[in-house]
Nanobody, 127 residues
């Protein structure tokens, strides 16, 4: 099991930027696909971005492609999400998550692929 703690959320104006961090405990972080998901009020949790355990491969939801960048530092056991050109519709609680299995070849993007979750951090974008 990987323990995850997100930080970096806050209130920002439309067009602004935020950088989320996710600190992981445990020795398996570097072998896990990691992902970011978000949940807006009254909506289901949705995929935002994912990154392979090596950091080479990344995937993004169409709604954030070109604006968000996922990255990881395996030496620091930390996952990041750089969010630029933020829009009011990006307002949500953002969660980081670790894949259920180590060294998977496929970068999962489904909630069911991920077995460990953080508590979430609120991102609010004002218009």
């Amino acid at each position: 099991q990987v323990q995850l703690v997100e930080s970096g959320g806050g209130l920002v104006q439309a067009g602004g930027s935020l950088r989320l961090s996710c600190a992981a405990s445990g020795r398996t972080f570097s072998s896990r696909v990691m992902g970011w998901f978000r949940q807006a009020p009254g909506k289901e949790r949705e995929f935002v971005a994912a990154i392979s355990w090596s950091g080479i491969t990344t995937y993004y939801a169409d709604s954030v492609k070109g604006r968000f960048t996922i990255s990881r530092d395996n030496a620091k056991n930390t996952l990041y999400l750089q969010m630029d050109s933020l829009k009011p519709e990006d307002t949500a609680v953002y969660y980081c998550a670790a894949h259920r299995f180590s060294f998977t070849r496929v970068v999962g993007t489904q909630i069911a692929d991920f077995g460990s979750w953080g508590q979430g951090t609120q991102v609010t974008v004002s218009s």
